[in-house]
């Protein structure tokens, strides 16, 4: 009998059960309680294998049915609130993951194709149903929201605005996923696109959508591109780039921008400068992720361009997340057949441990705008 079977589990009552109680017992979270946040235990082992290998174990034992949770977003902030992550054993390969960061470019151009392959080439049955008809795989803008179209139909306008877009100016779209938004510029503002992107399927996916428009999709490397644009913009695709190519990313975006011409950076950020390598993220969900914070981006742009607007509405991000688990379980019996239940335990995961974090305010969402200097200031749309 699978592990994940077991019903009636005795808890062992050793030194790894009474660290992990009292750890938990901060957060105000229970072991086999009643609340919906509190964990349900499935193997005894749990104990152990969260301790001896920390944020790695504790998403691979929950993959493997190891325990149970009905609200794993819920447990999550309160897990972050509580610092917890902090009070747990650093695991060995965590800190050799983390060492690599430093040491090797984990995201050259080699090795840049790796995020494309493993997460977004997953497949569009899984996105199409998840995301909204734009497929904005992104934050969307809740000010004014109540839904998730028009969340992310509001943050579609919101770049736009940012960036001030005429008809007949040509905008760069790094990172340019499945065609949403160049789709959007290229139909609601008349101007031509070039999107580019790392990944087969959304290449496939953004060409069908744009079909007509004036809109371009390259399946290539950022680094290869030498142009001139009016606008360039980018959406979710500086967490790929990693510290080592901070600095060559703002070399490509100035190289490719007009004198007078406006650049948005629209990124998920860390709350603090440090090598952000979640291991369970990195290995399952965004191989060779990393979050920049403030003073990253700060150093890398200062010597290209004026920060002329600094927007964060990160906590619209656990809206997005939470509207994407509940379309997701809703797609589930359409797209079963085509994946497993680890993965659909694996995505479960994934999706209320990121909502977690950003009510928690662990992690932010920036949209940033720079230019060269705009004369009498830049008014940047809210």
């Given at each position: 009998?699978?592990?994940?079977?077991?019903?009636?589990?005795?808890?062992?009552?050793?030194?790894?059960?009474?660290?992990?109680?009292?750890?938990?017992?901060?957060?105000?979270?229970?072991?086999?309680?009643?609340?919906?946040?509190?964990?349900?235990?499935?193997?005894?082992?749990?104990?152990?294998?969260?301790?001896?290998?920390?944020?790695?174990?504790?998403?691979?034992?929950?993959?493997?049915?190891?325990?149970?949770?009905?609200?794993?977003?819920?447990?999550?902030?309160?897990?972050?609130?509580?610092?917890?992550?902090?009070?747990?054993?650093?695991?060995?390969?965590?800190?050799?993951?983390?060492?690599?960061?430093?040491?090797?470019?984990?995201?050259?151009?080699?090795?840049?194709?790796?995020?494309?392959?493993?997460?977004?080439?997953?497949?569009?049955?899984?996105?199409?149903?998840?995301?909204?008809?734009?497929?904005?795989?992104?934050?969307?803008?809740?000010?004014?929201?109540?839904?998730?179209?028009?969340?992310?139909?509001?943050?579609?306008?919101?770049?736009?605005?940012?960036?001030?877009?005429?008809?007949?100016?040509?905008?760069?779209?790094?990172?340019?996923?499945?065609?949403?938004?160049?789709?959007?510029?290229?139909?609601?503002?008349?101007?031509?696109?070039?999107?580019?992107?790392?990944?087969?399927?959304?290449?496939?996916?953004?060409?069908?959508?744009?079909?007509?428009?004036?809109?371009?999709?390259?399946l290539q490397d950022y680094r290869d591109l030498d142009d001139q644009?009016?606008?360039?913009?980018?959406?979710?695709?500086?967490?790929?780039?990693?510290?080592?190519?901070?600095?060559?990313?703002?070399?490509?975006?100035?190289?490719?921008?007009?004198?007078?011409?406006?650049?948005?950076?629209?990124?998920?950020?860390?709350?603090?400068?440090?090598?952000?390598?979640?291991?369970?993220?990195?290995?399952?969900?965004?191989?060779?992720?990393?979050?920049?914070?403030?003073?990253?981006?700060?150093?890398?742009?200062?010597?290209?361009?004026?920060?002329?607007?600094?927007?964060?509405?990160?906590?619209?991000?656990?809206?997005?997340?939470?509207?994407?688990?509940?379309?997701?379980?809703?797609?589930?019996?359409?797209?079963?057949?085509?994946?497993?239940?680890?993965?659909?335990?694996?995505?479960?995961?994934?999706?209320?441990?990121?909502?977690?974090?950003?009510?928690?305010?662990?992690?932010?969402?920036?949209?940033v705008v720079f230019s060269r200097g705009v004369e009498n200031g830049?008014?940047?749309?809210?």
């Amino acid at each position: 009998m699978s592990s994940s079977c077991i019903e009636d589990v005795s808890i062992p009552d050793d030194d790894w059960y009474r660290i992990t109680n009292e750890l938990l017992s901060r957060a105000g979270i229970a072991i086999n309680g009643t609340a919906p946040y509190d964990l349900r235990i499935k193997n005894p082992h749990f104990f152990k294998r969260v301790l001896q290998e920390g944020s790695l174990g504790l998403g691979e034992s929950y993959m493997d049915g190891w325990w149970e949770c009905d609200r794993l977003d819920i447990f999550f902030t309160r897990v972050l609130r509580a610092g917890l992550e902090s009070q747990l054993p650093h695991h060995l390969k965590d800190t050799l993951r983390i060492a690599a960061t430093r040491l090797i470019n984990l995201q050259s151009k080699k090795r840049a194709w790796i995020v494309g392959k493993e997460h977004y080439d997953l497949g569009n049955d899984l996105f199409t149903r998840m995301l909204d008809p734009y497929m904005q795989y992104s934050c969307g803008y809740w000010k004014e929201a109540d839904n998730l179209v028009d969340a992310q139909q509001a943050k579609l306008q919101l770049i736009c605005e940012k960036l001030q877009l005429e008809p007949g100016m040509r905008v760069l779209d790094i990172g340019c996923g499945w065609g949403g938004l160049a789709s959007w510029m290229a139909k609601h503002y008349k101007v031509s696109v070039t999107g580019v992107t790392i990944s087969a399927e959304q290449q496939k996916l953004a060409q069908a959508r744009c079909a007509g428009l004036d809109v371009t999709v390259l399946l290539q490397d950022y680094r290869d591109l030498d142009d001139q644009f009016d606008r360039i913009v980018s959406v979710g695709m500086f967490e790929h780039v990693g510290p080592k190519n901070y600095k060559t990313y703002f070399e490509v975006v100035d190289r490719n921008l007009k004198p007078d011409g406006l650049f948005l950076l629209h990124t998920i950020g860390s709350k603090k400068t440090d090598n952000n390598v979640d291991p369970w993220i990195d290995k399952y969900i965004f191989p060779n992720g990393c979050l920049p914070s403030v003073r990253q981006i700060a150093i890398a742009s200062e010597t290209h361009f004026i920060m002329e607007d600094w927007h964060n509405f990160g906590a619209d991000y656990d809206k997005t997340l939470m509207a994407w688990f509940e379309r997701f379980q809703a797609a589930w019996p359409d797209i079963a057949d085509n994946y497993s239940e680890r993965f659909k335990r694996m995505f479960s995961y994934y999706l209320n441990a990121c909502a977690g974090a950003f009510r928690a305010r662990d992690i932010q969402l920036w949209q940033v705008v720079f230019s060269r200097g705009v004369e009498n200031g830049l008014r940047v749309a809210r």
